[in-house]
């Protein structure tokens, strides 16, 4: 313990040995002579008396018996030393006196006499000397307790700033006047200013309205509360936990911590959505017109301007608009896809935009944000664009201008950076002409326009499209089917396919349900495909009705199908579907059960 504060101890034994002009020596409670004067100096780290701590030696019994002594002729005191016999002991007199630390000796005082005159001042003066000793030995300790405790508090004021600074969150603490006193280097990024500046600032100077300023007040916290704050044109907007700081009952401060609302949801994404990394490579065909698409396509997705995908319904515009955000720097940020056309209009506006608490009947007490604030840092894709109402391509229009939402019933604005997709099988330029679609949205969604190719144009494609379903399908129910009859083949090439690549999947997946042989023959596809050359004259209209109910049916089952991979399997994505398609809940069970569409 003293060695560790030699340099105090030297300290004391100089200033006693300057006030009565004697020298003085320190031991620790090993014998080891840690400060001294004189011939002293010279012995530091040494050890004292052999380095025994027996009774027979004078240190020895001050540390044993932890009390002052007074040898008035140390040459004759065999108490002194043993070896005082043998006439080399240069010490005429000693007063010695231990360390208290803690209950404990931890060393010994000694003042001591070399020549005649020191004796007698030490004789003369033994009390006062021992009590300005004592005092001394006490004040030492004082020192070493002060300096542990200092750094005891530097260790925990170490540990303590490297927690605060390794935690991923924001932290700020005010006083109980308001000021800040710390703040880490999380909230320093997220706040987007020095923290040296905020450091001694009375928060109220930055944020005139923080929620911290009430906590301090009624000595409540709160936990993960959303909260906007606007520095001059800045906006953040963060989810905070904050809590009162106490001591001795008095609240003393307040410290918060937060995140970022987008950071929250990126996360909250990235665990909820089994992440499909769907890159180009998934998008299959050699043909020249997909090729050059998916070349436009990867050299547009590095940038951040909004792209219109146009094609006709299951050409792959959902698996393009997807796999330009994979391969765009936004990648790590979501990918939130609205339909436009399957959400019934009254709920598509708070769908998109979201809403404020208690903005109408029926509204979730603290709110919800809407899909817009959902894909911040990342992509919107709005497919069906031309399903969007009037009066909502009027407000996406102000989002995509302002990059600001207004959630319904809120005034408050929230800053968002997103880049939007839009797809559709839609004209839109015939719907602009008929004002049925807003000539400046039209122009701001079509800055990069991408056509998909329907799969009839594209027939050499679909030779490899059918290997691909065909093994996909295979795996899938286990079948030991090898591949299809050459007719087959011919009829998939000849088929104009007008649900392109979904209707061929849906009837690969189809003619593996049927067929109980290896090879897919004719009679295992989908009657519409078989038919495709028109049947004979007298038969047309019998036929015919049986055409049209079986492509109902079929068009029945690719909806219910597509809404199935589209918002998923559970009951709460079976509500959303019922309600999407106007039918009760029942009757999209009996539905699928009717289609044999597993959906659990
Ligand atoms: N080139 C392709 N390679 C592999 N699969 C494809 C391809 N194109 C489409 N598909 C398949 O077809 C399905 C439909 O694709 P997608 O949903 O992307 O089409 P879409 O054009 O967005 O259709 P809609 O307009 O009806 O929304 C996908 O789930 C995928 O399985």
């Not at 840690?34 to 240190?59: F, P, S, V, W």
């Not at 001394?136 to 170490?158: C, F, H, P, V």
């Not at 089994?274 to 065909?285: A, P, Y």
């Not at 089917?481 to 083949?489: E, S, W």
Request: include cysteine.
């Amino acid at each position: 313990m003293l060695r560790e504060y030699q340099h105090i101890a030297q300290e004391v034994s100089e200033a006693i040995s300057a006030a009565l002009q004697i020298e003085t020596e320190i031991v620790d409670d090993t014998m080891t002579i840690i400060a001294g004067t004189g011939k002293y100096k010279a012995r530091i780290n040494m050890k004292e008396e052999n380095g025994e701590i027996e009774a027979g030696y004078l240190y020895g019994r001050v540390l044993q018996t932890r009390q002052s002594y007074f040898v008035e002729d140390a040459p004759s005191d065999l108490s002194y030393d043993p070896s005082v016999l043998q006439g080399e002991t240069e010490e005429l007199a000693e007063l010695c006196t231990p360390i208290h630390y803690n209950g404990k000796v931890i060393g010994v005082i000694g003042l001591i006499a070399f020549n005649e005159k020191q004796r007698r001042t030490l004789v003369n003066n033994r009390l006062p000397y021992l009590t300005f000793v004592q005092r001394m030995s006490d004040l030492l300790a004082g020192k070493i307790a002060e300096q542990t405790a200092i750094r005891n508090w530097e260790k925990t004021y170490m540990q303590l700033e490297t927690v605060i600074e390794s935690i991923h969150e924001g932290i700020i603490a005010i006083d109980e006047h308001g000021v800040i006193t710390t703040i880490n280097d999380t909230a320093e990024k997220l706040i987007q200013l020095d923290k040296g500046s905020l450091i001694g600032t009375p928060i109220d100077r930055i944020w005139s309205d923080t929620p911290m300023l009430q906590v301090l007040q009624s000595g409540k916290g709160y936990i993960e509360q959303e909260e906007l704050y606007r520095l001059g044109h800045h906006e953040m907007h963060f989810i905070v936990t904050a809590r009162p700081i106490r001591s001795n009952g008095e609240v003393i401060g307040v410290v918060a911590s937060f995140r970022r609302m987008a950071d929250m949801r990126r996360l909250a994404y990235m665990l909820t959505n089994e992440h499909k990394d769907l890159n180009f490579s998934q998008i299959l065909g050699k043909s020249r017109s997909l090729s050059l698409i998916i070349r436009q396509a990867q050299q547009v997705a590095r940038g951040t301007s909004n792209i219109l995908i146009t094609g006709e319904s299951g050409t792959g515009k959902g698996m393009l608009a997807a796999a330009i955000h994979s391969s765009s720097s936004r990648s790590t940020g979501p990918l939130i896809i609205v339909n436009c056309g399957a959400i019934p209009e009254a709920l598509l506006e708070s769908e998109l935009f979201g809403y404020a608490g208690g903005a109408f009947t029926g509204a979730k007490r603290e709110g919800k944000a809407g899909k817009f604030e959902l894909a911040d840092g990342g992509t919107i894709f709005l497919d069906e664009i031309g399903d969007l109402p009037l009066h909502l391509q009027v407000k996406l229009l102000h989002v995509l201008q302002s990059k600001q939402v207004e959630r319904v019933g809120s005034n408050k604005v929230v800053n968002i950076n997103i880049r939007v997709i839009s797809a559709t099988n839609k004209n839109l330029e015939e719907m602009v002409r008929n004002k049925e679609f807003r000539e400046d949205l039209y122009f701001r969604l079509n800055v990069i326009p991408l056509h998909m190719p329907a799969l009839r144009e594209r027939k050499e494609d679909i030779p490899l499209l059918m290997d691909y379903f065909l093994a996909k399908y295979r795996e899938t129910f286990d079948h030991p089917l090898l591949d299809f009859t050459p007719q087959v083949k011919q009829l998939f090439i000849q088929y104009p396919w007008p649900g392109n690549v979904r209707e061929l999947e849906n009837a690969i997946e189809y003619a593996v349900n049927m067929e109980t042989s290896e090879y897919i023959g004719t009679d295992s596809v989908p009657l519409r495909i078989r038919n495709q050359n028109g049947p004979e004259p007298e038969e047309q209209s019998d036929v015919g009705t049986q055409l049209l109910k079986e492509q109902l049916k079929q068009f029945e089952k690719n909806i219910l199908q597509d809404m199935l991979r589209r918002h998923g399997r559970s009951v709460e994505a079976k509500r959303t579907i019922a309600e999407a398609l106007g039918v009760g809940l029942a009757t999209l069970y009996r539905k699928l059960e009717e289609h044999r569409i597993s959906h659990s």
